[in-house]
């Protein structure tokens, strides 16, 4: 099993920043993706960015230019740094991870509203 603990969701004004964070833990094995997705109300849950062992990263079209997924290995920590926040970018976001299976964090509230 692997837990995933995500932190820094919030309100922020548009155009405002925040940085989500996720901490990884439990039986880790080896090196592997891991990713934010999220999920509005009334709409169906999407990818917003990922990051493979090699720090490849992957961005939602919605997302790109404004977003930037990062990672410390050491730490199994992942970040979303996430700049010119939108009102559409609220949203539940969620912490993912392939680790020989598909885990899942508890979700963290970002709200962009003046």
């Known amino acids: 099993q692997v837990q995933l603990v995500e932190s820094g969701g919030g309100l922020v004004q548009p155009g405002g920043s925040l940085r989500l964070s996720c901490a990884a833990s439990?039986?880790?094995?080896?090196?592997?993706?891991m990713g934010w997705y999220r999920q509005a109300p009334g709409k169906q849950r999407e990818l917003v960015a990922l990051i493979t062992a090699s720090d490849i990263t992957n961005y939602a079209d919605t997302v790109k230019g404004r977003f930037t997924i990062s990672r410390d290995n050491a730490k199994n920590t992942v970040y979303l740094q996430m700049n010119s926040l939108k009102p559409e970018d609220t949203a539940v976001y969620y912490c993912y991870a392939a680790a020989g299976g598909s885990y899942w964090g508890q979700g963290t509230q970002v709200t962009v509203s003046s």
């Open positions: 439990g039986n880790i094995r080896s090196r592997y993706i």
